[in-house]
T-cell receptor, first 119, second 114 residues
């Protein structure tokens, strides 16, 4: 099956620094990737939709200047948390749409997630 | 827009007992429906999905879910659970438009004890 990786799997940083999280589709090309955020014991909240070669589409309430998304290739999307603060600590999960499945359905494959802790 | 409601935040059961995790959705358009499982400290895994056709869908590990359009539900069931089924279960929905994201419910923690 399709595999999506994330790097790093966990990161601890100081308040005020920036952190970059990578999401890669390892065995397929994904024109669309999604970034989600999951708080402890809570659901996944969609942050943004990342389309290769174009600007990301952010959900309401998500600061696009704080959460920079770049989808520079068909296999890589990055999420940069700029000037991180403790309230940004969370589990960040990406998913990639597989081109397989026909014209009407494209399955999403999820990365294993990145746990960010901001001190 | 779509929304998902998982009616039970926690479901404790004993091993070999049956279980039902409830999920209701709201949408103004036709949708696809999914159940995902998340084991502790791991990512999401697709458990089963409803795209079209038979309203009863099954997974390889004994779970099943039934799409009920009139009740806008997609409840997950298993006739006999194992300790290893302990995990967080998320119901999700997406519109049938290509390229749309999943909208998740808040999750149900299934705890199976002996």
């Amino acid at each position: 099956g399709a595999v999506v990786s994330q790097h790093p799997s966990w990161v601890i940083c100081k308040s005020g620094t920036s952190v970059k999280i990578e999401c890669r589709s390892l065995d397929f090309q994904a024109t669309t990737m999604f970034w989600y955020r999951q708080f402890p014991k809570q659901s996944l909240m969609l942050m943004a939709t990342s389309n290769e070669g174009s600007k990301a589409t952010y959900e309401q309430g998500v600061e696009k200047d704080k959460f920079l998304i770049n989808h520079a290739s068909l296999t890589l999307s990055t999420l940069t948390v700029t000037s991180a603060h403790p309230e940004d600590s969370s589990f960040y999960i990406c998913s990639a749409l597989s081109p397989l499945g026909g014209a009407t359905y494209n399955e999403q494959f999820f990365g294993p997630g990145t746990r960010l802790t901001v001190l | 827009a779509q929304s998902v409601t998982q009616l039970d935040s926690q479901v404790p059961v004993f091993e070999e007992a049956p279980v039902e995790l409830r999920c209701n959705y709201s949408s103004s358009v036709s949708v696809y429906l999914f159940w995902y499982v998340q084991y502790p400290n791991q990512g999401l895994q697709l458990l089963l999905k409803y795209l079209s056709g038979s309203t009863l869908v099954e997974s390889i590990n004994g779970f099943e879910a039934e799409f009920n359009k009139s009740q806008t539900s997609f409840h997950l069931r298993k006739p006999s659970v194992h300790i290893s089924d302990t995990a967080e279960y998320f119901c999700a929905v997406s519109s049938r438009q290509a390229g749309t994201a999943l909208i998740f419910g808040k999750g149900t923690t299934l705890s199976v004890s002996s």
